[in-house]
């Protein structure tokens, strides 16, 4: 079955650093991939998504590229913000019609002034 | 994207008792799904929300205990029956396809509902 994994939190980052957390994922076929980010005390928010290989997905800073090759979607950010505080979830959609979606763990992030 | 709104927010309710949580959508979606968040945990999904007919569920999932509703193509209701203090978790729904934008594989979220069982 489809499973997607993620780098171990939390991460705790000062302001202006560089950030990476690692996704990997096993599926069959060509899933499209997510990641999602959920602030305190909020529901998940789309924030960037890539549907085939080597399309790159960025939105807010933030980028991700899907290698096909390594099966990963690394998420990255050239300097973070406080404001970027929050659980990033990396997810994958199968690609089929039921469009079900599997979820990472979560990477908490905090980011320090 | 779609805008969905999910009422209760949150609830604290008594054991034994059971909540119904509603999913609303501004545009006509394809599909409608409900997941769970157990506290510090990822998301698991509980059930495909099919309009006109019964929920999909997943394993571990039965309908007597969520059962789900989906009368048309922009609402839907999962209630939590003889909830027990392990039934504390935000549930969300989300929504696939549909609307205005057109043809997407792109899951959005609702705000989540948090509920306490003491």
């Known amino acids: 079955g489809n499973s997607v994994t993620q780098m171990e939190g939390p991460v705790t980052l000062s302001e202006e650093a560089f950030l990476t957390i690692n996704c990997t994922y096993t599926?069959?076929?060509?899933?499209?991939l997510f990641w999602y980010v959920q602030y305190p005390g909020e529901g998940l928010q789309l924030l960037l998504k890539a549907t085939k290989a080597d399309d790159k997905g960025s939105n807010k800073g933030f980028e991700a590229t899907y290698r096909k090759e390594t099966t990963s979607f690394h998420l990255e950010k050239g300097s973070v913000q406080v404001s970027d505080s929050a659980v990033y979830f990396c997810?994958?959609?199968?690609?089929?019609?039921?469009?079900?979606?599997?979820f990472g763990k979560g990477t908490l992030l905090t980011v320090n002034p | 994207s779609a805008v969905i709104s999910q009422k209760p927010s949150r609830d604290i309710c008594q054991r034994g008792t059971s909540l119904t949580i509603q999913c609303q959508v501004d545009?006509?979606?394809?599909?409608m799904f409900w997941y769970r968040q157990q506290p510090g945990q990822s998301l698991t999904l509980i059930a495909t929300a099919n309009q006109g007919s019964e929920a999909t569920y997943e394993s571990g999932f039965v309908i007597d205990k969520f059962p789900i509703s989906r009368p048309n193509l922009t609402f839907s209701t999962l209630t939590v029956s003889n909830m027990s203090p392990e039934d504390s978790s935000i549930y969300l729904c989300?929504?696939?396809?549909?609307?205005?934008?057109?043809?997407?594989?792109?899951?959005?979220f609702g705000p989540g509902t948090r509920l306490t069982v003491l």
């Open positions: 599926a069959t076929g060509y899933p499209s």
């Open positions: 545009s006509q979606v394809t599909m």
């Open positions: 989300s929504v696939v396809g549909g609307g205005l934008a057109g043809y997407t594989d792109t899951q959005y």
């Open positions: 997810a994958l959609s199968d690609g089929g019609s039921n469009y079900k979606l599997t």
